[in-house]
C-alpha cells in the first residue's frame, strides 16, 4: 500500500468519527500541554535563579563565620560566631592569587528612623570596593569612599526601597538625614534597583562605612562577612581552596573539620540550585506524564474498539489480498495520526499555559526548542506503542471468521 493511500485512508476513517476522535486526542492535548507547561515553569524558575545568583556579583567567593568552639566543647550555631577580622580580609587581598577585590562586611538589622516615617532594614557596612564586587551602581549620588571610612564619617546609602520607604515613593534623599540606632547618618547616594534574590531584597538596605559600623554599631572589631572578586571564572576553585588554607593557618587550625569560617563558591551555589530546579523540573513533568500515560490508554481503547467495529472490513480486506503488514500500518497509522494531531495542539495549549502563568502569576517560564521535540518524540512513541498491540490484533485475524461475525 502507498503511503499516500494510507494516510488519506487513515484521515477518512478518523474524520467519520469525529466525536471519538476529538475525545481521544483530547487525551493527548492535555498531557502534552501539561508537560510543556510544568518544563517551562522549571526551565523558567531555574533561569531566574541563576540570574539572581549572578546578580549577587561577579565571580564572587564568600567567606562566613563558622563554628566557633569553646573550652566545654559547645558551638555556636554556623554564621554566628565572630572569627573573621579586617586582617584577614587584608591577608586574603595581599596573599591570595588572582584575586582582583576584597570588601569586608558587617551587616545587621535596625530600625531606620526619617522623622515621621521608619523601616526596620539590612544595615551593611562595607568598603569602596563593594560596589564593584556586588555588581552595584548608583542612580544618584555616590558611594562610600576611602575617607568617609578613614574618617568613621556618619554617611549613608540607601538603596531605592529603603528610599521609597522613607521619603516617598522616587524622591530626592541626598542631603537629609536618617537615624540608625538614635545616630543621625546624612544620606549621600542611592543604588540602582536590583530587585529581590531568594529571601533578601537587595534593594531595601542602608550601605554605611566599615569603620563607622564598627565603632558605633556593632562596638567590635569582628566581620559577619568578607566578600572576595575572583579575576575570572576558572581561577575561583583555585581562590577558594587558597582561602581555606590561608584562614586555617591565621585562625591556628590544624583540621580543616573543626575551622571556625566557611567558604561558599558562587560556581557551587550556581551549580547546587541548577541541580535543585532541575530535579523540582523533572518531578513537575513527571507528574504531568501521568496524563499522558492516561491518554495513551483512551487510544489503544479507542482502536481496540475499532478494530471489533471493523472486524468485517479487516475480513474483506484480507480475503481480497491486504496482507498483515498492510493491516497492521493501516492502524498503526490512524493512532500515530491522532497522537500527532493532538501532540501538535497540546504544544500550543502548553505555550499559551507557559504565557499565562508569566502574566497572571509573575511566575517566570521558558519554553525551549528541546521540550517542543520531545513533546512530539513522546507523542509519536504514544501513537506507536498504544496503537501496536490494537493493530497487531486486527492483523492476526482470520479473514474467514472476520467475515462472518455479524
Avoid: C, W
Amino acid at each position: 500500500m502507498r503511503l499516500s493511500d494510507l494516510l488519506q485512508e487513515s484521515f477518512t476513517t478518523l474524520i467519520a468519527n469525529k466525536a471519538r476522535s476529538s475525545l481521544t486526542i483530547l487525551g493527548i492535548v492535555i498531557g502534552i500541554g501539561s508537560v510543556i507547561a510544568m518544563i517551562s515553569i522549571g526551565q523558567g524558575a531555574q533561569g531566574q535563579i541563576q540570574a539572581n545568583i549572578q546578580g549577587l556579583g561577579s565571580n564572587l567567593i564568600s567567606v562566613s563565620p563558622g563554628f566557633q568552639r569553646s573550652f566545654s566543647s559547645v558551638s555556636s550555631g554556623r554564621g554566628s560566631a565572630m572569627t573573621l577580622t579586617l586582617k584577614d580580609a587584608q591577608a586574603i587581598a595581599e596573599q591570595v592569587p588572582f584575586v582582583a577585590a576584597v570588601a569586608s562586611e558587617v551587616s545587621r538589622r535596625y530600625q531606620i528612623i526619617q522623622k515621621s516615617q521608619n523601616t526596620n532594614t539590612q544595615v551593611i557596612g562595607t568598603v569602596e570596593t563593594y560596589p564593584e564586587i556586588r555588581n552595584i551602581e548608583m542612580e544618584s549620588g555616590y558611594f562610600i569612599s576611602e575617607r568617609n571610612i578613614s574618617s568613621s564619617a556618619k554617611v549613608a546609602v540607601l538603596g531605592p526601597t529603603t528610599r521609597d520607604d522613607l521619603f516617598g515613593q522616587g524622591l530626592n534623599p541626598i542631603g537629609q538625614t536618617i537615624k540608625i540606632n538614635r545616630l543621625n547618618f546624612r544620606v549621600i547616594g542611592v543604588t540602582k534597583s536590583k530587585g529581590s534574590s531568594g529571601f533578601m531584597n537587595q534593594d531595601d538596605v542602608v550601605f554605611i562605612p566599615l569603620s563607622t559600623a564598627q565603632r558605633f554599631l556593632s562596638g567590635d572589631n569582628y566581620l559577619t562577612s568578607i566578600r572576595v572578586q575572583a579575576t575570572e571564572e576558572q581561577a575561583m576553585s583555585q581562590v577558594q581552596d587558597n582561602i581555606i588554607q590561608l584562614l586555617l593557618a591565621r585562625h591556628n587550625i590544624t583540621d580543616p573539620q573543626l575551622a571556625d569560617f566557611s567558604v561558599l563558591n558562587q560556581a557551587d551555589i550556581v551549580q547546587a540550585a541548577t541541580q535543585i530546579t532541575n530535579t523540582f523540573t523533572m518531578l513537575l513533568a513527571s507528574i504531568a506524564s501521568i496524563s499522558l500515560i492516561v491518554g495513551g490508554i483512551g487510544i489503544m481503547n479507542m482502536m481496540l474498539t475499532t478494530v471489533t467495529e471493523r472486524t468485517r472490513e479487516i475480513g474483506l480486506r484480507k480475503a481480497i489480498g491486504a496482507k498483515k503488514k498492510d493491516v497492521t500500518l493501516q492502524f498503526l497509522s490512524e493512532a500515530v495520526i491522532l497522537t500527532f494531531v493532538g501532540g501538535g495542539i497540546g504544544i500550543v495549549l502548553g505555550a499559551v499555559l507557559s504565557f499565562a502563568v508569566s502574566r497572571f502569576a509573575n511566575i517566570p517560564t521558558k519554553v525551549a526548542l528541546p521540550s517542543i521535540l520531545l513533546a512530539f518524540g513522546v507523542s509519536a512513541a504514544i501513537g506507536l506503542i498504544f496503537g501496536y498491540y490494537p493493530a497487531k490484533k486486527a492483523a492476526k485475524l482470520n479473514p474467514i471468521d472476520a467475515l462472518r461475525r455479524e
